[in-house]
């Protein structure tokens, strides 16, 4: 018989998720292996100055004086289960308008459609929120450390669709998006399940997604401002009925 999915009680607030950042990320990994790693290899990654390392009696003594406070860092992130971290579409958004930090700054595409008018919404995609089939998990990596994120598939209208009633605040995205001055922050709430792919990535599960839209107005400035215009949450889509 097929196993029962599990049933995961999703926190209900921001706070319940602990913010960590694409280079955090790889610490998770590595709690979630549970003593899989030798000392040496977590040195290796976690440990700077251990690879340069020539010396044998250096190396040792980079074991006994630093790998300690790593395996507490690990030890301290397995009594989180639950994750937010977000991506940002150009690296040089700053500013508490666009709620980012140098740290954020990751290559997310996050494609923004045409307005749709029957609709009154800018249909999206992302490696999340998917346009069209046949799609799989873009694989990441963090220090050697391979995960992915499993998308949501295929979802209905209007799921990844931005609503946009507003005129005037639609011609403003569109604009934007036209001339290449739309800017997105795409945060996804997560947990790592335990299980790995066919490949040996981690795999990650995606409750909840928001997606900030930011207008800039010259991409080609290194002192950009940023004027936040729209945005949304979406949750995990509820599972397909089985066809009779």
Not at 54 to 82: I, M
């Amino acid at each position: 018989m097929p196993q029962a999915q599990e049933q995961v009680s999703w926190p209900t607030s921001h706070d319940g998720y602990r913010e960590v950042r694409p280079d955090d990320l790889a610490w998770v990994l590595a709690s979630r292996l549970d003593g899989q790693i030798p000392d040496e290899d977590l040195a290796r990654v976690f440990v700077d100055g251990y690879s340069q390392a020539k010396d044998a009696f250096a190396k040792q003594d980079l074991l006994k004086t630093k790998l300690p406070a790593v395996k507490e860092r690990l030890v301290d992130l397995t009594k989180t289960p639950f994750f937010r971290m977000s991506f940002v579409s150009a690296g040089s958004m700053a500013g508490k308008a666009a709620g980012a930090t140098p740290d954020d700054f990751v290559q997310q595409e996050v494609r923004v459609w045409d307005y749709d008018f029957q609709a009154k919404a800018f249909p999206f995609s992302s490696q999340q929120c998917l346009q069209g089939e046949g799609y799989g998990s873009t694989v990441y990596e963090e220090r050697g450390l391979r995960y992915s994120f499993a998308p949501w598939g295929r979802m209905q209208q209007p799921a990844c669709q931005l609503k946009v009633e507003d005129e005037a605040l639609a011609r403003r995205i569109e604009q934007a998006r036209t001339q290449l001055t739309l800017q997105t922050r795409e945060t996804l709430y997560f947990r790592l399940t335990g299980e790995r792919s066919a490949g040996g990535d981690m795999q990650a599960e995606v409750h909840r997604m928001d997606l900030a839209l930011f207008e800039t107005t010259n991409p080609y400035s290194s002192n950009k401002g940023y004027t936040p215009l729209a945005d949304l949450t979406l949750t995990t889509p509820p599972p397909s009925s089985p066809q009779h």
